[in-house]
């Protein structure tokens, strides 16, 4: 029961990508770093560290592509090279979502199910701190302070428009509506891989809850109904 707990919380801060506050860098960041130590001294890295070598090669080489395009047409680019942030960033993701699939399947031997049951459970907890901040509005206010504002702009907007949309622990707008839409697709899969009725029953009120409350935080969420209504 602990070892499922501490799993759920460590899975929403990665897939989340909560910056806290309090903390100088994000959870990911954080993860990653932590990847890069255990693949220096734990020998049973190199099992995952051989799987994730080809998709780690093709988000170098799209790095280096990004990096060539803004030094052949610097004028299109902002001087705060807004696109060499985003390599950096999708590397840090990448070797943070490493760490937690060394942590899952190494440490505490996760199947593949396993580990997307608990991610819906993660998207569902989210889609919660969202309609509590619509039911609680003061909540909105607290979900901002602990995360940290992104910049002036961000935070005038979030509290400009949550009255309307859900206000989570987590992503906003477009990013918690893709959030929600991968949710629904494991989902999805999952309900077409199980027999037992009363875990299908549980499948579809998941469907159902993920449908009407990611609608709230994004339109996004809708293409991820309409995708896992083809595969149902």
Request: glycine share 6%; charged share 10%; hydrophobic share 55%.
């Amino acid at each position: 029961m602990i070892s499922h707990l501490f799993s759920i919380f460590l899975l929403y801060l990665h897939l989340c990508a909560i910056k806290l506050s309090f903390l100088p860098i994000g959870t990911r960041s954080i993860f990653s770093a932590l990847c890069l130590f255990v693949f220096l001294i734990d020998s049973k890295s190199a099992i995952l560290s051989k799987r994730l070598l080809k998709p780690f090669i093709w988000l170098s080489l799209w790095g280096i592509l990004s990096l060539v395009s803004i030094f052949l047409n610097p004028s299109d680019y902002s001087p705060d090279l807004f696109v060499l942030w985003e390599i950096i960033s999708q590397v840090n993701a990448f070797l943070a979502s490493a760490f937690v699939a060394y942590l899952f399947f190494f440490v505490l031997g996760y199947s593949y199910k396993k580990i997307l049951i608990l991610s819906v459970w993660v998207i569902i907890i989210f889609a919660t701190t969202g309609l509590l901040s619509a039911i609680f509005p003061v909540l909105s206010d607290f979900y901002l302070s602990i995360q940290g504002a992104k910049d002036n702009y961000w935070l005038e907007h979030s509290l400009l428009v949550s009255g309307y949309r859900f206000i989570g622990i987590g992503p906003s707008f477009f990013g918690a509506g893709v959030l929600i839409s991968i949710g629904l697709l494991i989902v999805c899969w999952l309900l077409n891989q199980e027999k037992s009725p009363k875990a299908v029953v549980g499948y579809i009120i998941a469907f159902i809850y993920l449908s009407v409350t990611g609608l709230f935080f994004a339109r996004t969420t809708l293409v991820g109904i309409l995708i896992g209504l083809c595969f149902i």
